[in-house]
């Protein structure tokens, strides 16, 4: 029997460390594709968006189309704006959301219904996730016990690497605080394997691609 | 035809004895002519007489009164005409009088097909039997005829057919309305459902295409 699976990616590094790049990396080979943009960094991404309308047109259009992209780029209120998104989203089904710095949305011990339903609920309408953050202790517990892959760069923070420890083990969060500051190692959770280098981007690919 | 029975006659108030004189009377009379009812045309032609119509003509229908028979004896006389002939001649001036027929036949007024309801005059195959009548103004009987019963007005059944006609206007009416709501409905919808199609398509391409990169 075949199962209906997302796929949930995590990507944990300081600024300027190369996260934005390594989802783009990661996102542009997506056939389905759209991005809660924070930073309005994604700028490579064709449609962007700037209300809530827009999106609803978006789908819209995106509806009969076997590959879209676009970005929504939040100007009032984040978390209402992601909330009404994420609804967009889930009904949309079948496609990847990324979200720029997830933190903004969520903290350690929370996190909004919303983000949660397409968390828990998400691989029932086939909604994959890719987030990123500057602090891994600043990630709902909720959302790193549901990702399946973490992207790692260097982190030096002791509360961070000590949220590292604790989901991806000590070996890891060792690692990741001798990492150079564009360096980054792929760990999965199933399996807990640590992945590096082209068989990383691979790997990235095809569970992002939803490729079993 | 004329004649007295055999049977003993009895004593009666008016003109003595009565005797069964049986006659052939014209057929819208049949039922109408009765023994009492022409004793009271005697009693009343003896007390003031007056001029007697002519004779109608004998028809198919017979019937047997109990009549005086000295009574009947004086009206042929001075008549000058046979009792049966007297007797119709007498009966002739009292026609409108006469009553509602009678029917000699047991339950034969249920057997008789009645009007009911919305029954048309047209199809009613019965025949209406109409009396002959006296014209004094040219001395002549107008004949008696039979004839298809004439449609006669019925309040209820012409209310009947009112209020049905006025129903079937409304129900026609509404049936419009309802046709004309969904032209205006369904076409309607469709010219707006194409305006907005167009207006969509025309905001639809402005979304870019998505070309993903290959691995």
Known sequence: MTEIQNRIVGVIGRKGSGKSTLARGVLERCDRLFVFDTMGEHSWVPNTLRDLDEVDQFFAWAEMRDRFAGRYVPEGDIASDFAELAGVV????????????????CSASYIPPELGR??????????????????????????????????????????????????CGGETADKVSRLGLHDWLAWVVIGRRELGGLEAERILAEMVLQED | MFGFASFPAKRSEFGGVRVPVKIRIPDAWEGRVHSEVVRSMLQGWFQRPYLLPPDPGPGRARVSLNLPRRAVKVLEGLSGESPSVALRRLIAAHVPTLPAPRYARPFAALLEPRQVGFVSPVTDARLILRSPVWDAATGRWIPGVA???????????????????ELSFWFWLAVGAVVLWALWKYVGTGVSGVAESASIAEELPRFTEWIPSGL
């Open chain 1, 90 to 105: 889930y009904d949309q089904g079948e496609l990847l959301l990324a979200v720029e710095e997830i933190p903004l949305l």
């Open chain 2, 147 to 165: 004839s298809r019963p004439v449609a006669m007005p019925d309040h209820a059944v012409e209310a009947k057919r009112a209020m049905q006609s």
């Open chain 1, 118 to 167: 397409l968390v828990r609920l998400g691989r029932h309408r086939r909604v994959s996730l890719l987030w990123t953050a500057q602090r891994a202790a600043e990630v709902s517990r909720t959302l790193t016990a549901m990702t399946d892959v973490f992207v790692l760069f260097s982190c030096t923070e002791p509360r961070d690497l000590d949220a590292i420890r604790e989901r």
